[in-house]
């Protein structure tokens, strides 16, 4: 599997190495390949060699309109609705160039995100047409953390079911969970390339407030397409939007949740489960995430974990529980193939 990485960036030459540190840090799954691609929006020239440095594909970006501005500050980012027809521009530049290479998806992310190592691999892990790593900001000093995803257009948190509270809960147990908007930090697979894009902009939406954004247009692309999207919350991302979180980089690093080997009871896994007994069902694959102790397994499924290492895979006779949400296994033991992806110990506070 080939993938690109890619990016339009104009960020500040320090914001840009660590970003490009945590980068070339990603822990790729087995036959997975990356390259990486920028558009340069007039970096500098330190900047420009961190990226040839990097080994990236370095292009230019198309002129800029002169009311289209983007400016980053203490309080928030402000903006101007051409920067964002540009932006948008700019991105269906890096998703044709990666159309025309071939590559099995693309991973834009932003350039003021400081990725976990773990990012691409989970991302790849989850399977799904478009998914984004899920990272938490404050959009305004006063605000609590908040997601980069949402479920109702323009930035609502509640939405196909789901009150806020469920939302968040669901987020922060580290699952993944089907949403209306993503953007920043998202994996396209290469078999949605056909029913995606970031430009023209969708005509008729509206102009105000959060309705502005490239990624929500993208958004309302892909659901008249019937491209399902996607959070992947297992990921732990640092987000450098404003300029005193910089120096805050370091401590996330050593604050975020501890990776482990061999999960304990209390800590999140995330795992799949695969039949091998039903002709019908070997296409499936079960994706499960959560905190070990709180989820509801199999007392088979859950006693494997505590005796497997991150990456094992094993076949386990499982004897399903009375509970069990199919009528027809309740009391009967099946062969399951259990793959363990990835465990963490309880995260840190916030830095």
């Not at 040839?52 to 309109?65: S, V």
């Not at 993503?182 to 995606?196: K, N, Q, S």
């Not at 407030?209 to 999207?229: I, K, N, P």
């Not at 007994?277 to 505590?306: I, S």
Request: hydrophobic share 40%.
């Amino acid at each position: 599997m080939r993938i690109l990485i890619a990016s339009v960036t104009n960020a500040p030459t320090d914001v840009l190495r660590a970003h490009l540190e945590s980068v070339q840090a990603l822990e790729l799954p087995p036959r997975v390949k990356t390259s990486l691609a920028y558009i340069s929006d007039g970096l500098s020239e330190e900047a420009l060699d961190l990226l040839e440095e990097a080994g990236a594909e370095i292009a230019y970006a198309l002129e800029k309109p002169e009311d289209a501005t983007y400016a980053r500050g203490e309080i928030t980012h402000e903006w101007t609705i051409p920067t964002f027809e540009w932006l948008a521009r700019e991105k269906q530049r890096l998703l044709e160039y990666a159309v025309e290479g071939r590559y099995d998806g693309i991973f834009f992310v932003d350039s003021d995100l400081v990725l976990g190592p773990e990012t691409l691999a989970s991302l790849i892990y989850a399977d799904k047409d478009v998914t984004s790593a899920v990272f938490w900001t404050r959009w305004t000093p006063e605000t609590p953390l908040l997601p980069q995803v949402w479920l109702q257009h323009p930035y609502g948190l509640e939405g196909g079911g789901m009150m806020q509270d469920e939302f968040l809960r669901r987020l922060d147990a580290k699952e993944i969970v089907q949403v209306a908007g993503l953007g920043a930090c998202t994996l396209i697979r290469a078999r949605a390339y056909e029913r995606v894009r970031w430009y023209p902009l969708v005509e008729g939406l509206p102009t105000h407030g959060m309705w502005q954004g490239e990624d929500r247009h993208f958004c309302v692309y892909a659901t008249r397409e019937h491209v399902d999207l996607y959070a992947d919350a297992w990921p732990d991302i640092f987000h450098i939007y404003r300029p005193s979180d910089l120096p805050k980089v370091e401590a996330w690093k050593e604050g975020r949740a501890k990776r482990v080997t061999r999960p304990e009871i209390g800590d999140y896994v995330s795992f799949t489960l695969e039949a091998v007994e039903e002709k019908v069902l070997h296409e499936h694959r079960e994706h499960v995430r959560g905190r070990l102790g709180t989820l509801r397994l199999a007392p088979d499924v859950e006693k494997a974990l505590y005796t497997m290492d991150v990456g094992d895979v094993r076949v386990i006779p499982v004897t399903f529980p009375e509970w069990f949400q199919i009528e027809e296994y309740r009391g009967r033991t099946k062969h399951i193939l259990v793959r363990l992806l990835d465990a963490k110990r309880n995260p840190s506070p916030e830095v």
